[in-house]
């Protein structure tokens, strides 16, 4: 972790890792001027890690101070495979972590796993301001389902954007309509589906990132290969891997207001969007 200046010079940087692979995927600032740090790790207890590893790789959360030095850290996983993609905190001064798991009940994990061998379910979970876990929910269907993106909603709940490939079974209450389709699901503030749509057509569609708008609405934005089928209405325009930019707006309930597929000859792929000053 690096912070630079406003011209670019470097203030302060940090090398944090274990004996083995540590990976971090997501970084916000939080209010106290200091930093949340989410990805996950398969060190055991060695130089910076303080608890070993569950499984393969677990969650690994770590605060640091404005200086950049660790307050605190957990360790958090099962027996499997946990991923953490998305952390930010939450209007409380807690954290909402959003990633995948694919163990079932052990370790931390205190719900059963859903289905899928590499990707697994969706695993939410919600600390408060010292990094205990208040809460946590395993949602999965059949098949694999991995969840890239995760915002605090107006209403205090949260918005989980990701994708699945699984059928009707555990949490999906949709079929897929081809390979991966974008799964959007709304949980009240504690931690219960309020809702969730299934959005995609005959080929892999797969979420990036999600946000709320301002007029309270949700973006859901990521990738498209498919052509008109299913919810898709405007046709691929190029590339066979990831094809074109697939950009969603879903009102509070959930349905689909528009879609736009943007793209050019070859590959486009959509990692980051963000609403400008001008509601665009």
Same mark, same amino acid.
């Given at each position: 972790?690096?912070?630079?200046?406003?011209?670019?010079?470097? *203030?302060? /940087?940090?090398? @944090?890792? %274990?004996?083995?692979?540590? &990976? +971090?995927? #997501?970084?916000? !600032?939080?209010? =106290? $001027?200091?930093?949340?740090?989410?990805?996950?790790?398969?060190?055991?207890?060695?130089?910076?890690?303080?608890?070993?590893?569950?499984?393969?790789?677990?969650?690994?959360?770590?605060?640091?101070?404005?200086?950049?030095?660790?307050?605190?850290?957990?360790?958090?996983?099962?027996?499997?495979?946990?991923?953490?993609?998305?952390?930010?905190?939450?209007?409380?001064?807690?954290?909402?972590?959003?990633?995948?798991?694919?163990?079932?009940?052990?370790?931390?994990?205190?719900?059963?796993?859903?289905?899928?061998?590499?990707?697994?379910?969706?695993?939410?979970?919600?600390?408060?301001?010292?990094?205990?876990? *208040?809460? /946590?929910?395993? @949602?999965? %269907?059949?098949?694999?389902? &991995? +969840?890239? #993106?995760?915002? !605090?909603?107006? =209403? $205090?709940?949260?918005?989980?954007?990701?994708?699945?490939?699984?059928?009707?079974?555990?949490?999906?209450?949709?079929?897929?309509?081809?390979?991966?389709?974008?799964?959007?699901?709304?949980?009240?503030?504690?931690?219960?589906?309020?809702?969730?749509?299934?959005?995609?057509?005959?080929?892999?569609?797969?979420?990036?990132?999600?946000?709320?708008?301002?007029?309270?609405?949700?973006?859901?934005?990521?990738?498209?290969?498919?052509?008109?089928?299913?919810?898709?209405?405007?046709?691929?325009?190029?590339?066979?891997?990831?094809?074109?930019?697939?950009?969603?707006?879903?009102?509070?309930?959930?349905?689909?207001?528009? /879609?736009?597929? @943007?793209? %050019?000859?070859?590959?486009?792929? +959509?990692? #980051?969007?963000? !609403?400008?000053? =001008? $509601?665009?």
């Amino acid at each position: 972790v690096v912070k630079i200046n406003s011209i670019g010079g470097i *203030e302060w /940087q940090n090398t @944090i890792g %274990g004996s083995s692979d540590d &990976k +971090l995927f #997501s970084i916000q !600032q939080t209010s =106290d $001027g200091g930093y949340i740090l989410g990805g996950n790790s398969s060190s055991g207890i060695f130089a910076d890690k303080t608890e070993a590893s569950s499984g393969s790789y677990d969650y690994w959360v770590v605060k640091l101070n404005s200086g950049g030095a660790v307050e605190w850290q957990n360790t958090i996983g099962g027996i499997g495979y946990e991923e953490l993609s998305s952390i930010h905190q939450t209007t409380d001064g807690g954290y909402i972590l959003g990633g995948n798991s694919t163990s079932g009940i052990n370790g931390d994990k205190t719900e059963a796993y859903f289905g899928g061998s590499f990707y697994g379910d969706y695993w939410v979970i919600k600390l408060n301001s010292a990094g205990i876990i *208040e809460w /946590q929910n395993t @949602i999965g %269907g059949p098949d694999e389902d &991995k +969840l890239k #993106s995760i915002i !605090q909603t107006n =209403d $205090g709940g949260y918005l989980l954007g990701g994708f699945s490939e699984s059928g009707v079974g555990g949490d999906k209450t949709e079929p897929s309509n081809g390979l991966d389709d974008f799964w959007i699901i709304k949980l009240n503030s504690a931690g219960s589906i309020e809702w969730q749509n299934t959005i995609g057509g005959s080929g892999d569609d797969q979420v990036s990132v999600v946000l709320q708008n301002n007029d309270g609405n949700f973006i859901a934005a990521g990738h498209s290969i498919s052509g008109i089928s299913g919810d898709k209405t405007e046709g691929v325009v190029g590339g066979t891997v990831y094809a074109d930019y697939w950009i969603l707006e879903l009102n509070n309930a959930g349905d689909l207001i528009w /879609q736009k597929t @943007i793209g %050019g000859s070859s590959t486009d792929r +959509l990692k #980051s969007i963000k !609403q400008t000053l =001008d $509601g665009g």
